[in-house]
């Protein structure tokens, strides 16, 4: 079972998944399960195994979903009793300590166009200790002879794009490709994701054209100020290095809790 566990937590990984294991660590008196029990809760609230299910496991999962939203380990004990005995409801009779540990996917660059600024940007971000994936839909940009530090170099349409690439909440994207076209073809795709980072390459003219655009879409304001444009701190960078530079320490920024950098490039409502 153990093992079970630990291949459906890589699994999980590997698709951008966060989620949390709980363990039961202890129990008194009468409980479902023994100690060493152990269940997966996925951010929505989904779980593989068990520790003993009704009220208990409830409350297990709601703890975990917290875990993951606060990127913290936590122990809680659970009293199996009725709740005037400030219990959880429960007439086991026992009492579970269950340690609770939030599993956060590896964070990884998304750089969307494999030009020269989506080449310095992905050296950087490497350095930087990010796992990065290149996208293009051209074959001789994106190629692994090209990009020989990327972990992934994957030549796909944007319509096909969330078919070979999983984007969760650990997930920055950098828009970096080659027409406004394109920058637009993306984003109607990648807003509707839950990633921690859209920044988008351009000039502010651009900037209004791809939002109104994006309006006329459907999309609502709330979703299209999550866009990171012009993307990168202002710091008056000029070739593709500075650009990247300029782009990576806005994403770091934005990872390390700064929503709204100090001398960011980008002006969103």
Do not use: W
């Not at 566990?5 to 008194?28: H, M, P, W």
């Not at 875990?67 to 809680?76: D, F, G, H, L, Q």
Request: proline share 4%; hydrophobic share 40%.
């Amino acid at each position: 079972m153990m093992d079970a566990i630990f291949r459906n937590v890589l699994a999980l990984q590997e698709n951008g998944e966060d989620c949390a294991v709980a363990t039961l660590i202890s129990v008194k008196g009468s409980t479902p399960r023994g100690t060493g029990a152990r269940m997966i809760v996925k951010q929505s609230g989904e779980v593989i195994g068990s520790i003993g299910g009704g009220r208990l496991e409830n409350l297990v999962i709601r703890e975990a979903k917290r875990a993951i939203e606060e990127r913290s380990p936590r122990k809680v004990v659970f009293k199996l009793t009725e709740k005037e005995s400030h219990g959880i409801g429960s007439i086991c009779g026992g009492t579970a300590e269950v340690y609770i540990e939030p599993v956060i996917s590896e964070p990884t660059l998304l750089v969307v166009g494999a030009g020269h600024i989506g080449l310095a940007l992905s050296r950087l971000a490497k350095i930087a200790g990010l796992r990065v994936v290149v996208t293009d839909d051209r074959r001789a940009f994106a190629s692994r002879k090209r990009f020989p530090d990327a972990d992934e170099v994957i030549v796909v349409k944007p319509e096909k794009l969330l078919e070979k690439i999983k984007i969760g909440r650990n997930t920055f994207i950098a828009l970096v490709p080659r027409g406004h076209e394109l920058d637009l073809a993306y984003l109607v795709r990648l807003l509707r994701e839950d990633a921690a980072y859209i920044g988008m390459i351009g000039s502010r003219r651009k900037t209004a054209i791809i939002k109104k655009k994006l309006k006329e879409k459907g999309f609502s304001k709330k979703r299209i100020d999550r866009i990171f444009t012009p993307i990168g701190l202002a710091i008056g960078a000029e070739t593709p290095e500075e650009i990247a530079v300029s782009i990576l320490a806005e994403i770091v920024a934005v990872r390390r809790g700064l929503d709204s950098p100090l001398g960011s490039l980008s002006r969103r409502a």
